[in-house]
């Protein structure tokens, strides 16, 4: 399912950066679902998927509607579909299952940790929920990420914060190589 996941991942989306976005969330929910005793690669599958329709359609009337209809259409499941269709706040689709309460809370934080890599010498080695923290705190940095998602997210997962970001620093550092991020 990952292999073909990601072949309309890249048939949906041409930069770089949307992908490496897509395998970060990706990794990150690989860690969720090994914490939570799920199926990794299902979550793995929705992570990498949540964004597709994005660089194509990436208006709130679209997205990420447009991209769960395909979805549909090529027999994903519900379950995932409907995860997908959580992470956006706008979309009013509640957040009932472990699956969309954890991609809510590792879509933003991901795309944070990978933000914070990028500017540290060492990329993720040595990197910390006191380093991301300390980032957290500079408004300016990353602006676009909602810290506020990010402080719901791990609510939502009943995890602390340090929990969550921890185990997304883990699951970037088991895939700094293919992320670009060794």
């Not at 209809?69 to 299952?97: F, N, S």
């Not at 969550?164 to 992320?179: F, K, Y």
Request: no cysteine.
């Amino acid at each position: 399912m990952l292999d073909d996941a990601r072949t309309l991942l890249h048939a949906w989306t041409e930069t770089d950066s949307l992908r490496r976005h897509a395998e970060s969330v990706s990794a990150s929910m690989g860690g969720m679902a090994r914490r939570m005793g799920a199926d990794e690669e299902l979550w793995r599958t929705a992570g990498l998927l949540h964004d597709m329709d994005y660089e194509r359609h990436p208006t709130p009337e679209e997205h990420p509607y447009i991209g769960v209809k395909e979805l549909e259409r090529l027999g994903y499941p519900e379950e995932m579909r409907t995860a997908i269709l959580g992470h956006a706040d706008y979309t009013g689709v509640a957040r009932e299952t472990d699956m969309a309460k954890a991609l809510f809370a590792v879509d933003e934080l991901s795309g944070f940790v990978v933000a914070v890599a990028f500017v540290r010498p060492d990329r993720l080695d040595g990197m910390t929920p006191r380093s991301v923290k300390k980032k957290l705190k500079d408004k300016r940095f990353a602006a676009a990420v909602s810290r506020e998602d990010i402080r719901q997210g791990a609510e939502e997962v009943g995890m602390e914060l340090d929990e969550v970001i921890a185990l997304v620093i883990d699951s970037l550092q088991r895939e700094a190589d293919s992320l670009d991020l060794a």
